[in-house]
């Protein structure tokens, strides 16, 4: 490239960066130390008559995917455990308990410290017969690079969605549509694909694999044996068999179980 191609190049560059609407997609959200705030959806108000009314209402009642069903979604891939690309679909997790994970962009600073945290746990995850998706709008080309030059994800084994489109991201209600990336959003479905848990935050602070696993395991056995299980709880501690005590249980929980148990 010559002297004359490199000012041209500069000079598109810059116009680009200083067009609100052409996002340079790069590390400067993942990365950044402030929060900011997100846009908030506009109402066109004039555009809706009465028929659309109830409609609207209901959307805007929750953002949550706490209870819902996992919505339909077909993308491009990149399969890290065979190092090939593939298409992945929302039928493809029905019948199982599936994890869909989230993540801001490739070649970030804190993505890569939680995907390696989940790959690393991988193992556990299988034994517990969870599937697990990660998400990021960037291409999957873009994952495949990443995956290969990223130390701390050598030996990876996910599978990680190529959201290009961000369709996916909006429809799970994690896309900052100002940056064209997805807020770090965890979302836990049980086999009949309705989620039963969803963890989202800001970018800047990594989620804990651990803790994670400990919600797995939680809902994975008060959905066998009808218990619910108190907060924190871990394989071989007190539950609250509320099937069996509820009128017995009902106001005096603490008869039942005291504050130790539940922190010990």
């Known amino acids: 490239m010559n002297f004359k191609h490199t000012l041209i190049f500069l000079a598109i560059q810059y116009i680009l960066s200083k067009d609100k609407n052409y996002p340079l997609k790069g590390n400067n959200m993942a990365c950044d130390t402030g929060v900011k705030k997100r846009k908030d959806n506009e109402a066109n108000n004039d555009s809706q008559n009465t028929n659309n009314t109830e409609t609207k209402k209901d959307k805007k009642m929750s953002s949550t995917m706490v209870q819902r069903l996992m919505p339909d979604f077909k993308m491009d891939a990149y399969d890290a455990k065979t190092g090939h690309y593939t298409t992945v679909s929302s039928e493809d997790y029905m019948g199982k308990w599936a994890v869909v994970c989230f993540y801001p962009a490739d070649f970030t600073f804190v993505c890569p410290t939680e995907i390696a945290a989940m790959n690393a746990h991988y193992d556990e995850f299988q034994e517990l017969g969870v599937e697990i998706l990660a998400v990021s ?40 549509e100002e940056e ?17 848990a969803q963890e989202v935050q800001a970018p800047m602070v990594g989620r804990n694999v651990n803790e994670f696993l400990r919600q797995v395991r939680a809902w994975q056995h008060a959905t066998a044996t009808g218990e619910v299980c108190p907060a924190g709880w871990r394989p071989g501690k007190k539950t609250l068999p509320v099937n069996t005590d509820v009128e017995k249980m009902t106001g ?5 179980i005291t504050l130790e148990e539940i922190l010990s």
């Open 137 to 176: 709008t960037d291409t999957k080309f873009s994952h495949k690079r990443f995956v290969e030059t990223e130390p701390i994800l050598e030996g990876l084994k996910l599978t990680i969605g190529a959201d290009t489109t961000t369709v996916v991201s909006e429809a799970f209600g994690v896309l900052i």
């Open 180 to 196: 064209g990336m997805a807020l770090r959003g965890r979302f836990l479905f049980n086999p009949e694909g309705i989620c039963v």
């Open 252 to 256: 005096r929980v603490g008869d039942y």
